[in-house]
T-cell receptor, first 112, second 109 residues
Framework: EAGVTQFPSHSVIEKGQTVTLRCDPISGHDNLYWYRRVMGKEIKFLLHFVKESKQDESGMPNNRFLAERTGGTYSTLKVQPAELEDSGVYFC??????????FGPGTRLTVL | GQNIDQPTEMTATEGAIVQINCTYQTSGFNGLFWYQQHAGEAPTFLSYNVLDGLEEKGRFSSFLSRSKGYSYLLLKELQMKDSASYLCAVIFNDYKLSFGAGTTVTVRA
C-alpha cells in the first residue's frame, strides 16, 4: 500500500514568489493534516481537513497561506507571496480516523 | 496550554537501554504518540498510548500515566540504526497533534 506522498521534496524560491505544495494521502483516509517545522522548533499544526472540508485551520500563520482539498483526495498548500520566515519542512499526514496519523516525507521549502 | 517537554539529546552505547521522558499538560488529553524520525525522513509511528500502563512492542516500550501527565519511551538493546530523533506527540480534544521538540538519540559503538 502506498504511503502519504508529497511533492516536491525540495523547493527553493525567492522572497515574493509563489509556491504550491502537494500532498496525496493514503487512499481512503478522510482526514488530512498539514504541519510545519521551522529550523530549531517543534513540528506545529497548520490545518486539518475532513474530506474536502476544513475542520480546523487555527494553525495557519496568516492569509498568505491557502490550503485546498478539492474532491476530498489530494491537497495543496499555496504560499503567496513567500517570505523568509516561511522556510521550513512542511509535512502532510493522513488518518482514517482521529488517532494514528501517517506522515509523508515532507517538502523542504527554502525562501531566499 | 499544551506544553510538551522532552529532553533535547541523549547518548547511549550500543546494546544499552535508554529512556526518553515526556511530560504534557493533562487538560483535554486524548492520547499520546511516539514517533521516530531519521534525518530528512518522515516521522514514523512507534506507539500509541491512551490508557495508563506499559505497551511493549519488541525492543520498544511506551508507558503512560494520565494523572501525572507523563510518558516515557524505552529503547532496549540499542542498535546503531536507532540513532534518530524521537518525537512525543499528544492528541487533545481538537484531534490535532501537538509535538514536543524531539529528543535526538545518538547510539555509540
Amino acid at each position: 500500500e502506498a504511503g502519504v506522498t508529497q511533492f516536491p521534496s525540495h523547493s527553493v524560491i525567492e522572497k515574493g514568489q509563489t509556491v504550491t505544495l502537494r500532498c496525496d494521502p493514503i487512499s481512503g483516509h478522510d482526514n488530512l493534516y498539514w504541519y510545519r517545522r521551522v529550523m530549531g522548533k517543534e513540528i506545529k499544526f497548520l490545518l486539518h481537513f475532513v474530506k474536502e472540508s476544513k475542520q480546523d485551520e487555527s494553525g495557519m500563520p496568516n492569509n498568505r497561506f491557502l490550503a485546498e482539498r478539492t474532491g476530498g483526495t489530494y491537497s495543496t498548500l499555496k504560499v503567496q507571496p513567500a517570505e523568509l520566515e516561511d522556510s521550513g519542512v512542511y509535512f502532510c499526514a493522513s488518518s482514517p480516523h482521529n488517532n494514528e496519523q501517517f506522515f509523508g516525507p515532507g517538502t523542504r521549502l527554502t525562501v531566499l | 496550554g499544551q506544553n510538551i517537554d522532552q529532553p533535547t539529546e541523549m547518548t547511549a552505547t550500543e546494546g544499552a537501554i535508554v529512556q526518553i521522558n515526556c511530560t504534557y499538560q493533562t487538560s483535554g488529553f486524548n492520547g499520546l504518540f511516539w514517533y521516530q524520525q531519521h534525518a530528512g525522513e518522515a516521522p514514523t509511528f512507534l506507539s500509541y498510548n491512551v490508557l495508563d500502563g506499559l505497551e511493549e512492542k519488541g525492543r520498544f516500550s511506551s508507558f503512560l500515566s494520565r494523572s501525572k501527565g507523563y510518558s516515557y519511551l524505552l529503547l532496549k538493546e540499542l542498535q546503531m540504526k536507532d540513532s534518530a530523533s524521537y518525537l512525543c506527540a499528544v492528541i487533545f480534544n481538537d484531534y490535532k497533534l501537538s509535538f514536543g521538540a524531539g529528543t535526538t538519540v545518538t547510539v555509540r559503538a
